[in-house]
């Protein structure tokens, strides 16, 4: 039997001791003696996350296959367990082998939201591994991030050695082969950094030097020595049918947040949508065959004895056969007592259809997500959702049964004005209106039920929205009061409900979002005062942050509330994701004549991703009858 | 075919809870391949439940459930698919066909259970603790304060204790177990060793649940059969 890092007595004492004792259906286990290298892969938030995280599935099981590597993972332990750990001084285990982090080779850590940068810091010092990386050596395993954030690693540059740029399932083979050669040369740390800086889509901070102007802007971004490349290139899979899926992923035995089979049916989104990034950085967007999606669907549930399937993907209705997969899970796998998970889909009638025969009509609600009130601001933001659309498919929704929607929306987006913030709640009031005309008193289950929801919206790298301003706490939640008060006047007020989230989360996420080399040490101060799970509500501590922005000496206000111009150097510009810095400022100068771009299919803009030569952008277009530029 | 399922709990699976044992075995369920049977309606579930659940930290050689199937299986075969599919810490021991009625419920037949007791290695009072077990066992009642939400209660225990010895270091119990009456051996040890002086320190104990029983006597005269001797061996076909 495998021995435990922790005693009984602490296991017992402690929160849901089940997420620090490994041993879940499917877990990899290999002989440490007889593996090259040991790889701790780690999501830096609690098990119950860490263990929803498609992508570390993914990664776990491409490395597992490879009889010279064992995999295992790691977690944050929660602020209980931290505690002892950090009193009894016990050092931070992987699950399956409980062995120390520190005596692994590599320690991976997916970086998929801003606010657990300070959980970086737990694990590196749980672990007993200096938070600087200049501080390690070959006692320590080398610290690689990969993930969304990775795309402006800046702010967490200094406690890394490398980073993976793009999607994990390209070089890290090349990488890993690297580090056996040179541990046999025995190279010395610096020199193996060196050379994996030379493999594409790989970054060590350490060869790089950021000198700054006067007015705080970056003045250059330059490599410090010979043979180190100036501009890191995005790694894409370009075949996402025989790409690497896990078809035994590992079966929690307590809950997690995503307890089921997840299908990842395309990755990217043809949209284009201004404020979001991970449309810009997952381009070109490529599908993945229905027969071999068909494949992974039986073979997971199979070998995981999950009882309910989801669809993944950014925008899913945009799966070419989104109606293929769709009916072959609800044919293949309903009379099996398997629940299927339907991702928010355009309502129409195929979707409402669908819909109808996996849920509950009557408990479930319909999903929309205009992200903005009012027309403009939807072409503002390029999200070709009319309200036309919104009503239709919701009169028909009404029709089929169902009397609850949920609309999301964004909250202090790039030149929203008032009116537009109103128009949120005119919206929400015209769908209400729509229940109370179309369906008739005798048919009605009671009132409809409108949620609204709004997020204050972070201008994220790489969109084109990354030279707009942001806004003080203060401000946000002006807005969110507009939104409140016009929904508290509208004639159906009673059946719209009206949620908003806290504003001054949103301010940091945007420092983390586009800061520079310069914010590490504000993450230091921070998590030196006690700051860990910044993304858990009941963690959270701003003033905590401020503080420790003064004590760092660093001006939040210099990232978050100043516009950019066209010429200023960003931090992460060293980093090409196939779409061009120009593209982007196109479509920043068309929001502000708010005028929408056509999505990949219907015409291809040139966004530059085609030089990836894959998915959408090679495909035959009506419109065009060509290929993409 | 009602089925009822023998299992022994160890090592690291002590440490996941009843709720998530259930989810366990929906999944080692399905993994296994065995054709158990939903209960009707809009969010049909598994025809399954437990005889008794299992405190978080105790092992167990005696855990039961019935399920029902729409398949039938062999026992042997059922088994060898189930460990198969099942993770280190859970070994599904028993698989017996049982009567359909409801009285025969695993749930409502549960009448006692055997416990092992012993102290976590460096937990065990200095002193000698284990003299005076059959003096405490050989008394007519045993009083204890119980602790409700409306105060604080004495109660005989001494009723539901059915047996108690010790052997090695090693406490053995038989104790009332189920809807009824159910006894926990932690509560009977701290009552012990509270008559001699000594208190055990939080997480002392190791417990180990040996059997679960049904009580088939007449005539308010108890007899007790593991739950397993009320059903039958599937053979192959
Ligand atoms: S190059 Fe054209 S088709 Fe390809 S992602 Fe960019 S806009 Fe879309």
């Known amino acids: 039997m495998r ?24 877990a990899v286990y290999k002989d440490a003696q007889k593996v090259a290298v ?86 590196l010092d749980l672990s007993g591994i200096p938070l600087e990386a200049s501080e390690r050596d070959w006692g320590c395993p080398i610290v690689i ?103 035994a992923p590992v079966v929690p035995y307590i809950k997690v947040t995503q307890d089921r089979v997840v299908l990842e049916i395309q990755r990217g989104c043809i949209r284009g949508c201004r404020f979001c990034q991970a449309g810009m950085l997952y381009r070109p967007t490529r599908e993945r065959s229905l027969e071999v999606l068909k494949q992974h669907a039986s073979r997971m549930l199979e070998n995981t004895g999950h009882e309910e399937i989801s669809l993944s993907s950014l925008s899913s209705s945009d799966y070419s056969d989104l109606a293929g997969i769709v009916t072959y899970l609800i044919d293949e796998f309903q009379g099996r007592n398997i629940n299927i998970c339907l991702p928010s889909l355009r309502i129409d009638a195929f979707s409402l259809d669908v819909m109808s025969k996996v849920q509950d009509v009557k408990k479930s609600s319909l999903t929309f997500a205009p992200e903005a009130g009012s027309q403009r601001m939807r072409d503002v933001i390029n999200k070709g959702l009319t309200e036309e659309v919104i009503l239709e498919g919701a009169a028909e929704a009404f029709h089929g049964g169902w009397n609850k929607v949920k609309l999301y929306f964004m ?38 039920q409108i949620t609204v929801s709004t997020s204050f919206f972070v201008p994220k790298p790489f969109t084109p929205f990354q030279w707009a301003r942001m806004y003080t706490p203060g401000d946000y939640l002006g807005f969110a009061k507009t939104v409140n008060h016009e929904i508290k006047a509208m004639k159906n007020q009673k059946s719209i409900r009206y949620n908003w989230h806290q504003a001054d989360e ?21 998590y030196r005062q006690g700051a860990l799970f910044d993304a858990w509500t009941e963690q959270w501590n701003y003033e905590r942050w401020l503080q420790a922005f003064q004590t760092a000496g660093v ?75 | 075919m009602k089925v009822r399922v023998k299992f022994s709990k160890y090592g690291i699976m002590k440490f996941i809870g009843h709720l998530d044992v259930m989810r366990y075995f929906q999944k080692a369920m399905r993994r296994a391949g065995i054709d158990i049977a939903f209960t009707e309606g809009m969010s049909p579930h598994m025809i399954m439940s437990f005889a008794q659940p299992l405190g978080v930290g105790l092992t167990s050689d005696g855990e039961y459930m019935d399920i029902e199937v729409r398949t ?22 028993e698989w017996k066909q049982i009567p359909e009625d409801k009285g025969s419920k695993a749930m409502t037949l549960v009448a006692a259970a055997d416990y092992e007791l012993r102290f976590r290695k460096g937990f065990a009072p200095k002193l000698d603790w284990q003299s005076n077990i059959s003096h405490f066992f050989a008394q007519q009642s ?35 177990a189920g809807s009824e009456a159910n006894l926990k051996p932690e509560l009977v040890m701290d009552a012990y060793l509270a008559t001699q002086g000594l208190e055990a320190q939080p997480f002392a104990y190791e417990i180990h649940r040996r059997e679960l029983y049904a009580d088939i006597g007449k005539d308010g005269k108890r007899k007790l059969v593991a739950l397993g001797a009320l059903g039958e061996d599937v053979p192959c076909a």
């Open chain 1, 3 to 26: 021995k435990l890092a922790l005693s009984d007595e602490l296991l017992l004492s402690i929160e849901k001791p089940a997420r620090y004792i490994g041993g879940e259906v499917n």
């Open chain 2, 142 to 176: 045993i009083p204890v304060i119980k602790k409700t939400k409306k105060g604080e209660r004495e109660v005989d225990i001494r009723p539901f204790l059915y047996e108690m010895y010790v052997n090695a270091g090693t406490v053995y119990f038989k104790l009332a």
């Open chain 1, 555 to 629: 001006d939040l206000d210099f990232y978050t509330l100043r516009e950019r111009a066209e010429d200023e150097i960003f931090p992460w510009d060293f980093i090409h994701i196939g779409v061009t810095k120009n593209f982007l400022w196109r479509e920043w100068q068309k929001a502000h004549r708010a005028e929408v771009t056509p999505n990949c299919r219907q015409q291809c803009s040139g966004c530059g991703a085609a030089r990836y030569k894959s998915g959408v952008c090679m495909e035959q277009r009506a419109a065009q009858g060509g290929e993409a530029e």
């Open chain 2, 72 to 93: 039938p299986m062999s026992s042997e075969e059922a088994i060898r698919r189930l460990n198969q599919a099942g993770a280190e810490g859970i070994t599904v021991t």
């Open chain 1, 411 to 448: 909250l202090g987006l790039p030149l929203e004005e008032e009116a537009d913030r109103k128009d949120i709640a005119h919206l929400a009031e015209k769908i209400a209106a729509t229940y109370y005309e179309e369906v008739p008193k005798d048919q009605r289950q009671g009132r409809c």
């Open chain 1, 145 to 247: 991030g990969g993930g969304p954030c990775a795309y402006n690693p800046e702010p967490i540059a200094e406690f890394f050695d490398l980073f993976y740029i793009g999607e994990g399932e390209t070089v890290y083979d090349d990488l890993l082969e690297l580090y056996k050669t040179c541990r046999k040369e025995a190279v010395s740390r610096r020199e193996f950094l060196r050379r994996a800086a030379q493999i594409p889509g790989i970054y060590a901070p350490l060869f790089y030097e950021t000198t700054y102007r006067e007015d705080g802007t970056i003045a250059s971004f330059t490599p410090t020595e010979d043979g180190i490349p100036s501009v890191i290139e995005k790694q894409v899979q370009s075949d996402m049918t025989n790409a690497p899926y896990p078809e």
């Open chain 1, 506 to 526: 949103t301010v940091l996420e945007g420092v983390f979002a586009r800061g520079d080399r310069r914010i590490g040490a504000v993450i230091k101060e921070a």
């Open chain 1, 38 to 123: 040991r790889f701790a892969m780690c999501f830096p938030d609690v098990y119950e996350i860490g263990m929803s995280h498609l992508g570390i599935q993914i990664l776990y099981d491409m490395f597992n296959q490879r009889e010279d590597v064992w995999c295992e993972r790691v977690y944050s332990p929660w602020v209980d367990l931290d505690r002892v750990m950090r009193e009894r001084h016990i050092p931070l285990f992987a699950l399956e082998s409980q062995d120390p982090i520190r005596d692994f080779d590599f320690l991976g850590i997916t970086l998929q939201y801003e606010m657990c940068y300070t959980n970086i810091l737990q694990i």
